[in-house]
Nanobody, 119 residues
């Protein structure tokens, strides 16, 4: 069983910054990848960024150069540093853990944290 708890969301003006954190607890394995997804009202949940336990990262095109994902394996925590925020970044941000399996991947989700970018 895996639990994910996000923190760090809030209201920020365009051009501002926020840092999201996600602490994972329970049975965490070294093969687990972690990441962030977001879902805006009326839209699907989309990948924002992901990072493997070895540090390989992947970003959505819309956030490249503005967002940085990082991970502290000792603390089982993943971070998302968001800079130069835009109104279109407004969404609920969900922490995700992906565990590769022999036949399929297993996904775990946090409860989500609201990020609102508005003046």
């Amino acid at each position: 069983q895996v639990q994910l708890v996000e923190s760090g969301g809030g209201l920020v003006q365009p051009g501002g910054s926020l840092r999201l954190s996600c602490a994972a607890s329970g049975s965490i394995l070294s093969i687990d990848a972690m990441g962030w997804y977001r879902q805006a009202p009326g839209k699907e949940r989309d990948l924002v960024a992901s990072i493997t336990s070895g540090g390989t990262t992947n970003y959505a095109d819309s956030v490249k150069g503005r967002f940085t994902i990082s991970r502290d394996n000792a603390k089982n925590t993943v971070y998302l540093q968001m800079n130069s925020l835009k109104p279109e970044d407004t969404a609920v941000y969900y922490c995700n853990l992906r565990r590769p399996g022999p036949f399929k991947d297993y996904y775990y989700w946090g409860q989500g944290t609201q990020v609102t970018v508005s003046s």
